[in-house]
């Protein structure tokens, strides 16, 4: 399984864009890139996912770099909603989470 | 609301006793899993089925953990015999899975906390 490796915390300004960071250089070829969060108390929540390209939905966008050893998550205008652990995982079927990267949204 | 349920959404038991879980997947979801999280750390996975077949089963499973999908709907996961150190958030996710299925978006129930005293 492909490992991944996180900040352990991150603060971001409400409004701004938060940037999550994900290194996994051990990736291969056929897996994907997914990105999940937990708000406190709550299940993990499916947030995007992408394989080469760089992909944007509702929630957020997904930067993946060429040799896809790292990607980046971007909550383009973080509000204190998006507080949480987010998770940046590599794999196929079952999850693997690590530690994740907790987002602490400040107004 | 059509998502991933999970009953009881809390559950206090004695060491020792045994205890029952039930997650009721989105429905046309083929695939589902079980995992456990702990007070700071991220969720492990606990074993997963497609249909009614267990396919995979970590070795965090051990003898007293039993996990049931008979139908290939509704699970159930037991824990016998129960041990403080098995007080954790167990989670149940479901998504569509098997061939044609290029990724592996799960979505994941609201978890029962169980606390063995």
């Known amino acids: 399984d492909a490992k991944t490796t996180q900040p352990p915390s991150m603060d971001c300004a409400e409004g701004r864009a938060a940037n999550l960071p994900c290194n996994h250089s051990t990736i291969s070829g056929n897996e994907y890139v997914y990105w999940y969060r937990q708000i406190h108390s709550q299940g993990p929540q499916y947030i995007i996912h992408g394989l080469k390209n760089n992909e944007t939905n509702e929630m957020a966008s997904l930067i993946i770099t060429e040799d896809r050893k790292s990607s980046t998550l971007i909550l383009p205008h973080a509000t204190l909603r998006d507080t949480a652990v987010y998770y940046c995982i590599v794999r196929e079927g079952k999850l693997i989470f690590g530690q994740g990267t907790e987002l602490s949204v400040k107004p | 609301d059509t998502g991933v349920s999970q009953d009881p959404r809390h559950k206090i038991t004695k060491r020792g006793q045994n205890v029952t879980f039930r997650c009721d997947p989105i429905?046309?979801?083929?695939?589902l899993y079980w995992y456990r999280q702990t007070l700071g750390q991220g969720p492990e996975f606990l074993t997963y089925f497609q249909n009614e077949a267990q396919l995979e089963k970590s070795r965090l499973l051990s003898d007293r953990f039993s996990a049931e999908r008979p139908k290939g709907s509704f699970s159930t996961l037991e824990i016998q015999r129960t041990e403080q150190g098995d007080s954790a958030m167990y989670l149940c996710a479901s998504s569509l899975g098997g061939a044609g299925v290029a990724y592996n978006e799960q979505f994941f129930g609201p978890g029962t906390r169980l606390t063995v005293l």
């Open positions: 429905s046309e979801h083929n695939r």
